[in-house]
């Protein structure tokens, strides 16, 4: 069972667009967290979101973390091709164990 | 400052054969380490982790296993590769205790390569 969906798989845009990625699920999370991976690299934290309702912007990322604490989504403004890599979410639920990764959004960025 | 290194980047290996991936974490005392896998398509499947030196806690059932002989060392170890021990493995570490610890910023090594054949 996944317990976090991302949507969409893939993505391929052209650099300046405008994009939303998403990360849903029926379980509630203490704390949710988003990486983004380069191709032979690992994973590196964009952010860390606890507060239902919470946003959070890293210079052209956005991130908002749902009031339910169930979803979560990353916005990204004019895209740049080192926007280019593997967007990851990755919840934690407390005690209940460790984080719960998302299978991940691959995003290209062409220019 | 805290590193994280891991080794071998690539691996090719005969079904049926050992291995051994290691990793160490520099610049930090006391860390919790996890050994995750990332299938195409499957996203980071969580292998081990632990919470100190000897203390090992299995996520899934497999033919691998891991050790920590030491604070900072990490062993990902198999006796015989299967086909499906194929993938992306990542070590990783976080600086938090406690309860805090399971759901603290991880960060990564740079990853080994394992191909079986």
């Known amino acids: 069972t996944q317990l976090l969906e991302q949507s969409p798989q893939f993505l391929s845009i052209q650099e300046g667009e405008n994009l939303t990625v998403y990360c849903n699920s029926s379980s509630v999370f203490s704390s949710l967290q988003w990486y983004r991976q380069e191709p032979g690299e690992g994973p590196v934290l964009l952010v860390t979101?606890?507060?239902?309702?919470e946003v959070k912007k890293l210079k052209r990322l956005t991130f908002q973390f749902g009031d339910a604490r169930k979803d979560s989504s990353l916005h990204i403004t004019a895209a740049q091709p080192g926007d280019t890599g593997l967007y990851l979410c990755?919840?934690?639920?407390?005690?209940?164990?460790?984080?719960?990764f998302g299978k991940g959004t691959k995003l290209s960025v062409k220019p | 400052s805290q590193t994280i290194h891991q080794w071998p980047a690539t691996l090719v290996q005969p079904v049926g054969s050992p291995l051994s991936l290691e990793c160490t974490v520099e610049?930090?005392?006391?860390?919790?380490l996890y050994w995750y896998r990332q299938a195409a398509g499957r996203g980071l499947q969580l292998l081990f982790y632990s919470v100190g030196i000897g203390q090992i806690s299995s996520e899934v059932p497999q033919n691998l296993s891991a050790s920590r002989p030491q604070d900072r060392q990490f062993i990902l170890s198999s006796k015989k590769l299967l086909l499906s021990d194929s993938g992306f493995y990542l070590c990783a570490w976080t600086r938090l205790k406690g309860l805090a610890g399971v759901t603290g910023e991880l960060f990564f090594g740079e990853g080994s390569r394992l191909t079986v054949l």
């Open positions: 990755a919840g934690g639920r407390g005690s209940q164990g460790n984080l719960i």
């Open positions: 610049g930090t005392s006391n860390p919790n």
């Open positions: 979101v606890v507060t239902g309702g």
